[in-house]
């Protein structure tokens, strides 16, 4: 079955601290990887894709396929990236749903 | 920028009634898809829409749930008799293709059924 796992539910850390939001999937073939972010009272919207091989906001996520991961980190954290983050594998097996793990909140304080 | 948009956002039923939510995807997006977030809980993917037909839809999607494209421009969520726990954020999408392509989300609509 597929399935996607955000094993933490909440994430605090201080300001300047390094952020690892783990997610582990289990999906036949080869998904392509999604980070969305929730900041608070905003919609929905893409973070990352494991295809572009960008970093946005300081953020970068590195596949690994023997671990089957794709861990969302950032070096030094900042205050407003406290949000929800979801991690969405995505395979032309899962025809065109977008399934999103449980998430992770990510509280920055100072 | 061009959003997808979601009316109305806030809106309380009676259990039993019919509702209809309401969303404007971005106008040269294929896919339309419908999630729902019950309070505390994750983004649940209930329906996805291609071609004026569902593609996809979850086990959540059981027969009190249409969605409908009526006018080329709107892509409607529909429940029919509404229950208490159907209450929660309801979150329209739109993409222009469904691999490798962003998905982009509305607001959301806050269904509250008393």
């Known amino acids: 079955a597929q399935r996607v796992t955000q094993p933490e539910k909440l994430l605090s850390v201080f300001k300047g601290a390094p952020v690892e939001l783990k997610c582990n999937y289990s999906?036949?073939?080869?998904?392509?990887l999604f980070w969305y972010v929730q900041y608070s009272r905003q919609r929905l919207q893409l973070l990352l894709r494991h295809i572009s091989r960008e970093s946005i906001k300081g953020f970068t996520a590195d596949l690994n396929k023997g671990e089957t991961s794709f861990h969302l980190k950032k070096p030094f954290a900042q205050e407003e990236d406290s949000a929800m983050y979801y991690c969405?594998?995505?395979?032309?097996?899962?025809?065109?749903?977008?399934?999103f793990g449980k998430g992770t909140t990510l509280s920055v304080s100072s | 920028e061009p959003e997808v948009t979601q009316t109305p956002s806030h809106q309380v039923t009676q259990m039993g009634q019919e509702v209809i939510l309401r969303c404007v995807p971005i106008?040269?997006?294929?896919?339309f898809y419908w999630y729902r977030q019950i309070l505390g809980q994750k983004v649940e993917f209930l329906v996805s829409f291609y071609n004026n037909e569902i593609s996809e839809k979850s086990e959540i999607f059981d027969d009190q749930f249409s969605v409908e494209r009526p006018d080329g421009s709107n892509f409607t969520l529909k429940i029919r008799s509404t229950k208490l726990e159907d209450s929660a954020m309801y979150f329209c999408?739109?993409?222009?293709?469904?691999?490798?392509?962003?998905?982009?989300f509305g607001q959301g609509t806050r269904l509250t059924v008393v």
């Open positions: 999906y036949s073939g080869s998904p392509e």
């Open positions: 969405a594998p995505h395979t032309a097996q899962a025809g065109t749903a977008l399934i």
């Open positions: 106008s040269n997006h294929l896919y």
């Open positions: 999408a739109s993409s222009e293709g469904f691999m490798n392509t962003e998905a982009f």
